[in-house]
């Protein structure tokens, strides 16, 4: 599932941030340094490049991501802006913050990048190569730190070498990220901050900024979103989740792996095929979406067949094990989840 080569690892020069951006049209996921850490980004408008993140990361969930933007207009096609995210974008951007906002859904951010959820992380970096990179890419990076799974976030070319060597095609060396922790993640709530992920600006400074109270009262932990299902904010398709399904009932709409049988595409409400080849990579860039469609079909459940524990195939299937587990009772709303990784 993740294929590649040898990892180019070059002096972010004029030249290598052009080829990196080449990649980046081209659906490819590239690491390159920002002021806090290394990133590892991918088109946020596509969600196959966006799978791609997750495979070189070998992460075993999918957890929504923070979307790059060169600056406040870019970021204001994305997503919703209250009064108050829009002194703390005008006052911290570019900079070491990220604020989930509501998003607009016509943007083509891909549903992989949100994790199905109706809110968006956003954020304007600071240092040059990043700046550099999203002005030749042309399109929102969604990137989150350079490391595997379970290691901690690189702040040098050669930590992201170390992880990822073998499993992408470049690796932008700027350097030492000169913050060196991640970006803070702040959302506007019911008239006060809500403090999601401590970071480079400090929780005193967008106190000062904005005059409200800033809440860090803790959500998830390091690894969040550790229960999206848990979480009132999260994507949860209306119609109950069958795992494992290899024929239909009465009224089922059929979530398939490979070729839809024909026998249940012609008898499901709604039917379609996370990736017609078997490709976990594809199936994963599609799973929100297709969620979300064949909820929308009217079908009081969702019958998905069996996806194959291995590559992103294992990401799937923690998420759709939480889709069908057992729903909690509406939690309190809040922002929703972050913390590491
Ligand atoms: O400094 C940083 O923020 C680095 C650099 C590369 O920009 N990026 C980074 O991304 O730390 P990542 O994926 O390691 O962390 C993203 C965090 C996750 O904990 C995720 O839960 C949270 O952001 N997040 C993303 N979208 C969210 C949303 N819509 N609501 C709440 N939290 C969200
Ligand atoms: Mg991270």
Known sequence: AVPHHATLCLAADRDAIDR??????????????????????????????????????????????????????????????????????????????????????????????????????????????????????????????????????????????????????????????????ESTIAAVMDGRIRLLRHGGVSRAELAATSGLAVDDTPVTDDHAPVSPGLLASHYAPGALVRLEATALRPGEAFLGFGPIPDDIGATAVAAETLSAGGDPVEAAANLFSALRRLDASGATTIAVAPIPEHGLGEAINDRLRRAAAPRPAPAPSVGAPAGGE
């Open 20 to 181: 990196a951006a080449l990649l980046l049209r081209a659906g490819e996921a590239v690491a390159f340094p920002t002021e806090t850490v290394y990133g590892l980004g991918a088109d946020a408008t596509n969600g196959t490049a966006v799978a791609k993140i997750y495979a070189a990361k070998g992460r075993p969930s999918f957890n929504p991501l923070i979307v790059h933007v060169p600056d406040l207009a870019a970021a204001e096609q994305i997503a919703v802006f209250d009064p108050a995210s829009l002194a703390l974008a005008r006052r911290f951007w570019p900079g070491p913050l990220t604020l989930v906002l509501a998003r607009r859904p016509d943007a083509g951010v891909s549903d992989l990048v949100t994790a199905g959820l109706d809110t968006v992380a956003i954020r304007v970096p600071a240092h040059p190569v990043a700046r550099a990179l999203l002005a030749a890419a042309g399109r929102p990076l969604a990137a989150p730190s350079a490391n595997r799974s379970g290691h901690i976030s690189p702040t040098t070319a050669a930590h992201v070498m170390a992880d990822l060597s073998g499993r992408i095609p470049m690796v932008l060396d700027g350097g030492a990220c000169p913050v060196g922790v």
